[in-house]
């Protein structure tokens, strides 16, 4: 995965459609969402809010994996 960043130094912006993976109870799960919020941390990696059907997911950036980056003007 690159470390490139976009837009105001996070490496994804609000819009963009990404995929993540999710362990619960020994169960692994690939989810597929869009990023609505950005957290930004000084210490270590910067955190994203992903919507995925009405649940909302925090992961940081280095568990995500971009698969297409929001258009201009996407709203909100």
């Known amino acids: 995965m690159s ?12 819009g963009d459609l990404v995929k993540f993976r999710h362990d619960r109870m020994n169960v692994i799960d690939y989810k597929v ?14 955190m994203f809010k992903i919507l995925v059907k009405d649940k909302y997911y925090w992961k940081s950036a280095d568990k995500i994996t971009l698969l ?3 258009t201009k003007g996407a709203s909100k």
């Open 3 to 14: 470390n490139k960043t976009y837009g105001s130094g996070f490496r994804y912006n609000i």
């Open 33 to 46: 969402g869009i990023v609505v919020e950005q957290s930004y941390r000084i210490t270590r990696d910067n």
């Open 68 to 70: 297409s980056k929001a």
